[in-house]
């Protein structure tokens, strides 16, 4: 008997829509990383189970680890949630998960821009081999103190994924020692992807949202910090996962 209205001699061929679109989907993604990302991570949604213990924050999920704090930054027009922070020890570790073409990395491109933003505010980089590959040491101007000119380091890494490209901003004392950043690279490590299915144009910042234990309660009031100068507002924080 024939199924859905096809003929008795009908036959299945590479040829078939519907053939050829599950084959793209199940055709192997391109390791764009450098490293092997997909046994290293971070890892995609279809790579790792976060059935247990993970911090549901929309595309981004985080692992819970002892003393680690969570603040999601709050985009200031529209209230939006556009990057998810990690406080560990004393050091930070700010996330932010964009959409990527499925053939091509974004890293390479974006080092380069980074690189020159920071030349342009009088900083200084320094493009070094970390763990996920490639990353840059940025050194930017902080305010001065006398004659005496300070400045604050901060550590990008990237690292492209299916899809998707994941930033990680180190700061704090972890930006410039390598000892002090292992537990944030483990966390970065851990984080998991959720690209989900909707098409994304390049550099899209992919959705982010306030967990559950984190919403306003029905006053309306939730737990916030204060909004740096010239940054996203800080918006619910998570304490003491793990």
């Known amino acids: 008997m024939a199924l859905f209205g096809r003929g008795k001699n009908a036959k299945l061929t590479s040829e078939d829509p519907s053939v050829l679109s599950q084959q793209a989907r199940n055709r192997?993604?391109?390791?764009?990383?450098?490293y092997g990302r997909a046994q290293r991570g971070p890892f995609d949604a279809s790579e790792a189970s976060t059935e247990s213990g993970y911090v549901d924050l929309g595309s981004i999920l985080v692992r819970p680890t002892d003393g680690l704090q969570l603040r999601l930054e709050l985009e200031e027009a529209t209230q939006r949630?556009?990057?998810?922070?990690?406080d560990l020890a004393g050091s930070s570790l700010q996330l932010?998960?964009?959409?990527?073409?499925?053939?091509?990395g974004l890293w390479g491109e974006i080092r380069a821009q980074i690189a020159q933003s920071v030349a342009s505010q009088g900083g200084t980089v320094e493009e070094t081999e970390g763990s996920f590959g490639p990353e840059l040491l940025a050194r930017l101007p902080a305010d001065a103190s006398g004659e005496r000119r300070s400045y604050r380091a901060a550590r990008f890494m990237g690292v492209d994924g299916p899809r998707w490209f994941l930033r990680g901003v180190i700061g704090g004392p972890a930006a410039e020692s390598r000892d002090a950043s292992a537990e944030l690279e483990d966390l970065f490590r851990h984080v998991v992807i959720d690209r989900g299915e909707s098409?994304?144009?390049?550099?899209?910042l992919?959705?982010?949202r306030i967990p559950v234990e984190a919403a306003p309660h029905e006053n309306g009031r939730s737990q916030t910090g204060e909004q740096a100068p010239h940054a996203?507002?800080?918006?619910p924080e998570i304490t003491h996962l793990g």
């Open 81 to 86: 949630v556009v990057a998810v922070t990690m």
């Open 206 to 208: 992919l959705p982010l």
């Open 28 to 34: 192997p993604e391109p390791d764009k990383s450098g």
């Open 96 to 104: 932010q998960a964009f959409a990527a073409p499925r053939s091509e």
């Open 199 to 204: 098409p994304l144009p390049p550099r899209e």
């Open 232 to 235: 996203p507002e800080r918006g």
